[in-house]
């Protein structure tokens, strides 16, 4: 009798870790606690992931998003003599991506999902998909004053 008991056991226990069939069918009680080799990837539904350098991604001012990129300056070409910049006047936007990559871009530039449009004092406005409808505007970032410098 004591034989009989130890092998009820054991068949009971085979059934559960083996389970019947592949995905979908029925699993014996105690399979759900093992854990299987083919266990994939858990992401956190709340976090944003991170992004990871994609190789689709095209190298340089091609491969910066609208959004990502951070105007770091203006420079204007030519400064009329009563020191007013114009906004038609030749101008190039000083861009950085997220990784501290700069870029010099000019009007009609392209980045991965957009196009520089135009040039202004304060800012960029880029074109979503290269149409002038669809406009994006970035302000100049203003760069952190030191508490020791003053204002």
Same mark, same amino acid.
């Given at each position: 009798?004591?034989?009989?008991?130890?092998?009820?056991?054991?068949?009971?226990?085979?059934?559960?870790?083996?389970?019947?069939?592949?995905?979908?069918?029925?699993?014996?009680?105690?399979?759900?606690?093992?854990?299987?080799?083919?266990?994939?990837?858990?992401?956190?539904?709340?976090?944003?992931?991170? *992004? %990871? &350098?994609?190789?689709?991604?095209?190298? !340089?001012?091609? /491969? +910066?998003?609208?959004?990502?990129? #951070? @105007?770091?300056?203006?420079?204007?070409?030519?400064?009329?003599?009563?020191?007013?910049?114009?906004?038609?006047?030749?101008?190039?936007?000083?861009?950085?991506?997220?990784?501290?990559?700069?870029?010099? *871009? %000019? &009007?009609?530039?392209?980045?991965?999902? !957009?196009v520089? /449009? +135009?040039?202004?004092?304060?800012? #960029? @406005?880029?074109?979503?998909g290269?149409?002038?409808d669809?406009?994006?505007?970035?302000?100049?970032?203003?760069?952190?004053?030191?508490?020791?410098?003053?204002?």
């Amino acid at each position: 009798m004591h034989t009989n008991w130890w092998r009820a056991a054991l068949l009971l226990l085979t059934v559960g870790f083996v389970g019947v069939g592949e995905a979908g069918a029925k699993r014996g009680p105690v399979a759900p606690l093992v854990q299987t080799g083919r266990r994939e990837a858990q992401r956190d539904p709340f976090r944003v992931p991170e *992004a %990871a &350098p994609d190789a689709s991604r095209p190298a !340089g001012l091609a /491969g +910066l998003g609208v959004t990502e990129a #951070v @105007i770091r300056g203006i420079v204007r070409y030519r400064t009329p003599p009563n020191g007013e910049a114009q906004t038609g006047a030749a101008a190039w936007a000083i861009l950085e991506s997220p990784t501290g990559e700069g870029f010099v *871009a %000019a &009007p009609g530039d392209g980045l991965l999902d !957009g196009v520089l /449009g +135009l040039i202004e004092d304060g800012g #960029v @406005i880029f074109w979503l998909g290269g149409d002038p409808d669809r406009r994006v505007y970035r302000p100049l970032a203003r760069p952190a004053v030191d508490a020791r410098e003053g204002a």
